[in-house]
């Protein structure tokens, strides 16, 4: 999201008078257009949905295997697919990481691949969502990996992307907040 940042959307208020310190202010054309450039990139280039399809799908069912073997190896997590067992790898992540009271064999950015895929699944296994290649809006034949939620909306979000950095704001619970933040009320007890 650095990008973001580097297209200045947000300019500081000129109105001493008022308390906002940011606003959101509309785009020039310029700024419009390197914003749908940026947008255009996202995603992988293929001949077809099909196509995006297998690759990506190969790719979630190897790291939801790479983290069904870190939880055989590490039981603390108890990765059930259960709302739960986002607080247990999530702190699980911050001891490897932040604390340093184990080691293992990923790099936290590849670790953080995987908790996001295992997120997902979650998702997915609680009937929240449905698993969905989503072509790129400003691309025709990009694609990327996401999920379709049950209200409709499609979203290819890195669950856990520099996890570290959000303790401060979340504690240590950001993927269980986020998640809890999709269920319906009368759900809550289910996906628990």
């Known amino acids: 999201m650095k990008w973001l940042k580097s297209l200045k959307f947000w300019s500081k208020n000129k109105n001493k008078e008022s308390d906002e310190s940011e606003s959101l202010r509309k785009l020039s054309d310029e700024e419009a257009r390197s914003l749908e450039d940026c947008l255009a990139e996202n995603g992988l280039p293929f001949n077809s949905k099909e196509e995006a399809e297998e690759y990506f799908f190969e790719i979630r069912d190897n790291d939801l295997a790479e ?63 449905e698993w969905a290649i989503i072509e790129n ?28 950095r959000t303790e401060k704001e979340y504690g240590r619970k950001r993927l269980y907040t986020s998640f809890m933040y999709y269920v319906p009320a009368e759900w809550e007890s289910k996906v628990q």
């Open 67 to 129: 983290i069904k073997s870190i939880g055989e190896k590490f039981p603390e997590p108890r990765l059930d697919f259960k709302a739960q067992s986002l607080l247990r790898l999530e702190s699980f992540y911050f001891n490897v990481y932040v604390d340093k009271k184990m080691e293992i064999d990923f790099s936290k950015e590849r670790f953080e691949d995987l908790l996001s895929q295992y997120n997902r699944q979650v998702f997915v296994s609680n009937e929240l969502a």
């Open 137 to 164: 809006d400003f691309a025709e034949g990009r694609f990327d990996l996401g999920l379709l939620y049950g209200y409709g909306a499609l979203g290819t979000e890195h669950y856990a992307g520099d996890l570290d």
